[in-house]
């Protein structure tokens, strides 16, 4: 059992997360740190003391309000929340993170009870150094940072998405084991142009108009050159920027340190070890699908390029490979004859000669249904936070063309997924591949928590300089390797989320191999790398503390 050193007494001890163990203090340390009479006289166990918060969280009527406790758990004592949930990980991943997770950002100035992070807004940011030097975690590895703009698939939410810093990096710790006390979420607050948070007055963000432009741009680049000022060596993970912004950032920053954005390279990555996994199942490679992707926003682009990459690496040229995507957004099929594309997507076009004869009504653009019918589509995947766009049509459609659909309807949450598992197998007569941004029973849930935790524990094992896309090529096919459908023909794409941790091992080991292969980490033996990644790898139990 570990042996902490602390300074800290009494209440103030029982008032520090990292450190509090409630009932479970021994005696011994009770007389020590000036614990007698602050608790009742009965010493707990961790066990007990995990029976009991499932049993008060078994009450709570709604997921919502288990989001809360969860959360205030977290907050009260981290060993303990870690612990419960590592132990129901499949049951309250959805109420820490996707769905839930975007109720709580809509209602986080109404629920908001304690701080966590750093928030660094507009009107602040000749303070950043200052805000830095107040972070609450002192030697941080990993950090989590937003801006608001786009979560999820609900927009604009302000200072209300602090949310999913917080709990991202509390999958960093449950799936990944990364030590809790080395995890920072912060918000960068601009502004919001969501009018409804402006009228709440209970919002606890910046009343102001989002900064746009130039302005914005630096306001970024103060917060990027003061974190490497004060912690040079951190992983940094941009999380839910809008499209227009995610892009650019991830370009500028990705050789200055170690980074990535997970909703260009985690949901990539996921993906494309999915979509790996059900190519397993057909017996086929990925180069042989024909993919519509129905989203061209910076997800679905960051997709199509890993996808691209990767049917390279398994024999295609670019060029061919790119022919092999068909990439539509509000305005239909995406080619070149359209203006006003923005920079990500132009390397994803369709020729205007080869679709132009496609579209099916008067107005010129190529629907999705369109799409699937005239490039004979195999795949079909959704990023559009559009709900019920797969209709029955486009099912059937799909299914005409290949003996084994791949269709994942990825938009979260809930309520903007394209189309729900069960009637995509009933329209596709039980032919489908399917997996599913949210959760849903007996379906693989392509979850960007099997990617991004393990990258983590991969990246801070060996202490990588930075981030490569092999680093994430390695970890889709290290993911792909775990399909219980390449066994057994009724099993899931992916493995069930409650081993995420042991799996999180294993591509953080080929994470970390593919660092050193590219240069970004020293060379160290396997059987050493192994040990690091077990090292580095936390378990949520409570240390001997001392004085």
């Known amino acids: 059992m570990p042996i902490v050193k602390s300074n800290l007494h009494g209440a103030e001890l029982l008032d520090t997360p990292l450190l509090n163990k409630s009932n479970a203090f021994t005696e011994a340390e009770r007389d020590v740190l000036g614990l007698v009479g602050l608790l009742p006289p009965h010493v707990e166990t961790l066990g007990e003391q995990v029976a009991r918060a499932y049993e008060a969280y078994l009450n709570k009527d709604q997921d919502i309000e288990r989001h809360i406790f969860l959360r205030a758990l977290q907050d009260r004592n981290e060993v303990l929340f870690y612990h419960l949930i590592s132990e129901h990980l499949s049951e309250m991943m959805p109420m820490i993170y996707t769905p839930v997770v975007g109720a709580a950002c809509q209602q986080f100035s109404e629920i908001y009870r304690r701080a966590r992070g750093l928030f660094i807004s507009y009107p602040e940011r000749h303070k950043i150094d200052d805000i830095l030097e107040n972070s609450p975690i002192s030697k941080p590895e990993v950090i989590v940072v937003t801006d608001g703009e786009r979560i999820l698939g609900l927009g604009d939410q302000g200072a209300g998405g602090m949310g999913i810093p917080i709990g991202k990096l509390s999958l960093y710790t449950a799936c990944g084991g990364i030590h809790p006390s080395t995890t920072l979420p912060i918000l960068l607050d601009v502004g919001t142009n ?20 130039q302005e914005y741009f630096d306001f970024v680049d103060m917060f990027v050159q003061a974190v490497k000022r004060k912690w040079p060596h951190i992983l940094l993970q941009f999380e839910d920027f809008a499209q227009t912004h995610a892009g650019p950032i991830l370009e500028t920053y990705r050789d200055q340190l170690c980074t990535f954005n997970d909703d260009i390279q985690g949901t990539a990555a996921v993906t494309v070890g999915t979509l790996l996994a059900a190519t397993k199942v057909k017996k086929g490679k990925l180069k042989d699908e024909i993919v519509v992707m129905f989203g061209a926003g910076s997800a679905g682009c960051g997709i199509a390029e890993q996808m691209v990459a990767t049917m390279v690496q398994e024999g295609l040229s670019e060029a ?10 509000r305005h239909g099929l995406l080619h070149d004859d359209m203006k006003g594309l923005l920079p990500f997507q132009t390397k994803l076009l369709q020729p205007h000669d080869k679709v132009s004869s496609w579209a099916s009504d008067s107005s010129g653009e190529i629907s999705l249904l369109d799409a699937i019918k005239h490039a004979k589509a195999t795949t079909l995947i959704g990023v559009s936070g559009q709900a019920n766009t797969f209709t029955q049509d486009v099912i059937k459609a799909i299914t005409e063309n290949t003996s084994r659909p791949i269709v994942f309807p990825l938009s979260n949450p809930t309520s903007k997924i394209e189309a729900v598992p069960d009637d995509i197998m009933k329209w596709s007569d039980g032919k489908a591949l399917i997996a599913t941004g949210s959760p849903f029973d007996g379906v693989a849930q392509c979850n960007n928590s099997y990617i991004f935790p393990a990258m983590g524990l991969g990246i801070l094992s060996v202490k990588a300089k930075h981030v490569s896309d092999a680093m994430f090529m390695a970890a889709s096919e290290a993911l792909s390797q775990h399909a219980p ?9 992916l493995p069930p989320i409650g081993e995420a941790k042991a799996i999180s091992k294993h591509i953080a080991f080929a994470v970390a191999s593919q660092a050193i292969k590219d240069g970004h980490a020293k060379a160290v033996p396997d059987d050493k790398l ?3 990644i077990d090292d580095k790898c936390w378990e949520p139990d409570y240390p001997v503390i001392e004085s």
Do not use: T
């Open 194 to 213: 969501n009018k409804d948070l402006h009228k709440d007055p209970l919002y606890i963000g910046w009343r102001n108009e989002r900064v746009i432009g």
């Open 320 to 329: 061919d490979a790119r022919s092999r995507f068909y990439m539509i957004d």
């Open 530 to 532: 192994q040990q690091l």
């Open 485 to 493: 459908a390449i066994e057994n023909p009724n099993g899931a794409l």
